[in-house]
């Protein structure tokens, strides 16, 4: 595998990788909601005669308010970054990197899927791309990138559990092309002002017959807010890639 080849792989696979953890959370969804469904269903009971009794005359309490949900709102992307009114955050591109727009990364998630995902995988991700709404993409000639999806749940999930089912299916993903992966711990990290829970891991690729020893490191960000989950990946094929991307996130004054 060529160089280029490769970096086109990794882009594809950044991408991938951040709708399998939407596919990993899909699928813990409707096994919740399944389970849910099978406790609410009526159960047979014995028949017999019982004589009712008197229902009391309750006074109704009443309905606490609901607090109002912020509904998302796609960000504007354009040639010269990416702004978030919904998030409060924008996006300038480092040096060197330049934004997709969104016909680029639909294509870019379909070659990742066809890559690195057997029959079920991309009949699993294809279901899912339903529920994800494409952000935002830039990338770099050297395999730098960062890239952001909003998915949509089915059901509630904390941030640091929507990244443990993620990672089986990260791992799952890369081993299959002869990668090996190594994760970092799950902590907390500031973005452009915004909070998010990351989950840090190193893919290495080594093919000496083909003189390739490279190693990437890959960060996947997750930011909770209302019902949807907020999923951005940066890869670094370079030594400071992870902080020239991040350096290029800053809070929007709204």
């Known amino acids: ?52 009794a008197p ?3 309750a006074t109704p309490e009443p309905t606490p308010a609901k607090e109002p949900e912020t509904a998302y709102r796609p960000g504007e992307l354009s040639e010269d970054g990416y702004i978030s009114t919904w998030l409060g955050l924008q996006f300038t591109p480092p040096k060197g990197m330049i934004m997709l727009d969104e016909e680029q990364m ?18 699993m991700l294809e279901k899912t791309a339903g529920n994800l709404g494409y952000e935002m993409m830039c990338v770099s000639s050297e395999g730098d990138n960062v890239n952001m999806l909003v998915e949509e749940a089915l059901v509630s999930l904390s941030e640091r559990q929507y990244l443990t089912l993620s990672q089986s299916q990260m791992e799952k993903a890369f081993t299959s092309q002869g990668m090996t992966i190594a994760f970092g711990e799950i902590a907390e990290q500031e973005i452009g002002g915004v909070t998010f829970t990351s989950l840090p891991y190193t893919v290495k690729l080594v093919q000496p017959e083909a003189g390739l020893d490279m190693s990437m490191d890959i960060t996947t960000f997750v930011k909770c807010k209302g019902k949807y989950m907020v999923v951005m990946t ?15 996130f800053s809070p929007l004054d709204l």
Do not use: F
Not at 15 to 38: H, M, V, W
Not at 106 to 123: C, W, Y
Not at 234 to 248: K, R, W
């Open 1 to 52: 595998m060529g160089k280029k080849k490769l970096l086109c792989c990794i882009l594809a696979l950044a991408l991938a990788c951040t709708a399998l953890a939407g596919c990993a959370s899909r699928e813990a969804g409707l096994k919740a909601l399944a389970s849910k469904d099978a406790a609410l269903s009526p159960q047979p009971t014995a028949s017999a005669t019982v004589t009712p």
């Open 55 to 57: 229902t009391p005359t």
């Open 106 to 123: 639909r294509q870019s998630m379909q070659a990742g899927g066809q890559v690195i995902l057997d029959e079920e995988g991309q009949q």
């Open 234 to 248: 940066v890869t670094s094929a370079t030594a400071d890639g992870t902080e020239t991307i991040l350096s290029g």
